[in-house]
């Protein structure tokens, strides 16, 4: 994928769902994966053209283990002129060594929020950007439909009262194979996942069953989506916005 038309896509969102206002600091997660990579490339390229004028702080969660090397999305950062900061935790060692969790994906996310909120509040930051894309959005609704018995998603925009930040996710309109070819294109550097259980989780399993039925039914995927922009979730109705 070109970088115009991963622009288009961004745009797209952040213009469907209001994400950006003028004076905007928006704190951009980075986790060294493809998906992050490309958010914060993209929001950095949006910045140069886009009416509403805004800046951005690129910020990593460091969880602690011990082979994470970040030095090349520092150079990125170098490169692109972004701001860049690192928390280094020890949110590894309470997961596996401490608590020997199972099943650490929730306390994980927690930790992670509350060092990333933390850090993004001490430099000025009103807004923070996530990397949930297109498959993410129709993954986590079957999720929360199969294990909760409700029809669920996260929003594109979401205000965080405790925190006083608010949560934008401009990747939802692109899917995670344009992600992967725009991330080959450009030669981003991608952080390989040190986490023991990443690829073993309900969410991967999700994503399996999905590109199962989508070879069985094409075109189920975009049907999904359609269901929960349509479907009165909260935050997705574009008359909302």
Same mark, same amino acid.
């Given at each position: 994928m070109k970088l115009q038309r @991963? @622009?288009?896509?961004?745009?797209?969102?952040?213009? !469907?769902?209001?994400?950006?206002?003028?004076?905007?600091?928006?704190? $951009?997660? $980075?986790?060294?994966?493809?998906?992050?990579?490309? =958010?914060?490339?993209?929001?950095? /390229? =949006?910045?140069?053209?886009?009416?509403?004028?805004?800046?951005?702080?690129?910020?990593?969660?460091?969880?602690?283990?011990? !082979?994470?090397?970040?030095?090349?999305?520092?150079? @990125?950062? /170098? +490169?692109?002129?972004? &701001?860049?900061? $690192?928390?280094?935790?020890?949110?590894?060692?309470? @997961?596996? +060594?401490?608590?020997? +969790?199972? &099943?650490?994906?929730? =306390?994980?996310?927690?930790?992670?929020?509350?060092?990333?909120?933390?850090?993004?509040? +001490?430099?000025?930051? &009103?807004?923070?950007a996530y990397a949930h894309h297109f498959d993410d959005v129709i993954e986590t609704m079957l999720l929360s439909l199969f294990y909760e018995g409700r029809f669920h998603c996260f929003s594109p925009v979401t205000y965080l009262d405790r925190s006083d930040i608010t949560l934008i996710r401009p990747l939802i309109y692109l899917e995670e194979k344009d992600i992967i070819g725009f991330k080959n294109t450009y030669q981003l550097p991608v952080v390989e996942n040190p986490c023991p259980v990443d690829g073993y989780t309900k969410r991967e399993e999700m994503k399996q069953l999905i590109k199962t039925m989508n070879k069985q039914s094409p075109g189920l995927k975009k049907r999904l989506f359609n269901a929960i922009r349509e479907g009165n979730i909260d935050g997705w109705s574009l008359d909302q916005n």
């Open positions: @991963l @622009l288009g896509f961004v745009r797209r969102a952040v213009d !469907d769902y209001g994400m950006i206002q003028d004076g905007d600091t928006i704190a $951009v997660g $980075v986790s060294g994966g493809k998906d992050s990579l490309t =958010l914060l490339y993209a929001l950095n /390229e =949006l910045k140069k053209f886009y009416p509403k004028k805004y800046d951005i702080q690129a910020i990593t969660i460091n969880m602690g283990y011990k !082979d994470a090397d970040f030095s090349g999305v520092a150079k @990125l950062c /170098e +490169e692109l002129g972004v &701001n860049y900061s $690192v928390v280094d935790t020890d949110i590894a060692d309470i @997961l596996f +060594e401490y608590r020997k +969790e199972s &099943n650490p994906c929730s =306390l994980c996310a927690r930790l992670r929020k509350g060092a990333f909120n933390k850090k993004a509040k +001490e430099l000025g930051c &009103n807004k923070k």
